[in-house]
């Protein structure tokens, strides 16, 4: 029988608190203070070696007349053309991993490889693959189709494919491996009586696999997003100083240049926040929408 004592009471209650204060100290010290920190910031002008001025709107104001803003911002959008296309692929690749062969294990494990490999190696495998003299990719093109391939870390017209073609590649596989788990877990009574009733392969997939996956259709479609719009390190890597034209700075990027290559910390500050805005906006429009194309089961 429990226990119910005053004194065993007092000390469950302090044992309690006792294990949930790390975890609230963290969250207070290291998310809740820097974020009213950069709050405040984004109303001044701070280069992180003279005093905070405060400048009231003007940060917010040269944001929104600022070029190179709207060049990153349109970027992070472009990159999102990423998502549908990583989808498409993982899909069909979990369809064929889900099939009861012999070695398939081996083939899962390969495709997932890149998704746990460090992001600034796979950079830099990337940046070799893509270079434009001796690139491997270039070297397959002009094997097979005789022409030289597109330069394609230096020419502001192929920067942005060249991430979204890396990004392929580094998050087809954990993709894949949610649509597989999705697919592993649709009744094949479903498949059955679909058959019975004559229905082609086509429509199965139609009107059972894609209903029953929209779940994972919808979380990867806002992981997606989010990630995208804070991706920073390919570019960091693969684009010098925004690459040419700035055609390969990310919104983040834009950010990390201002703080602490300008030492504009007050404006960067700001546009950190418009950008958690702008986030949480889309987001929140993708979940109100959700309940029109998610299933629920």
Not at 144 to 171: H, T
Request: glycine share 10%; net charge positive.
């Amino acid at each position: 029988m429990k226990n119910t004592t005053p004194g065993y009471r007092r000390k469950e209650i302090i044992w309690s608190l006792l294990f949930v204060t790390p975890p609230i100290l963290g969250f207070l010290i290291f998310g809740l203070a820097p974020l009213l920190t950069s709050f405040g910031l984004s109303f001044m002008s701070w280069d992180m070696f003279t005093p905070a001025k405060f400048t009231g709107t003007d940060n917010f104001q040269y944001m929104f007349a600022d070029e190179k803003f709207y060049k990153s911002l349109y970027n992070t959008f472009y990159l999102l053309l990423g998502i549908p296309l990583g989808m498409i692929i993982a899909l069909i690749l979990a369809i064929m991993m889900n099939r009861p062969l012999k070695g398939i294990s081996f083939f899962r494990t390969i495709y997932y490889i890149p998704v746990i490999s460090p992001i600034i190696a796979v950079s830099l495998l990337w940046q070799w693959l893509l270079n434009y003299d001796y690139g491997i990719i270039n070297e397959f093109i002009w094997n097979v189709f005789g022409v030289q391939g597109p330069n394609w870390l230096g020419d502001p017209n192929w920067v942005k494919p060249s991430f979204i073609l890396m990004g392929l590649w580094g998050g087809v596989g954990g993709t894949m491996v949610l649509y597989l788990a999705g697919l592993q877990g649709i009744p094949s009574s479903y498949y059955e009586a679909a058959q019975v009733d004559g229905a082609s392969r086509w429509h199965q997939f139609k009107h059972i696999t894609l209903p029953l996956l929209s779940p994972i259709h919808f979380y990867v479609v806002v992981m997606g997003i989010i990630g995208t719009f804070q991706s920073f390190s390919q570019m960091y890597i693969l684009a010098a100083d925004g690459g040419p034209e700035y055609s390969g700075a990310t919104i983040v990027y834009y950010i990390f240049q201002e703080a602490f290559k300008y030492f504009n910390m007050g404006y960067a500050s700001a546009v950190a926040w418009v950008l958690g805005i702008l986030i949480f906006i889309i987001t929140l429009f993708q979940f109100r929408f959700s309940k029109r194309w998610v299933y629920q089961e």
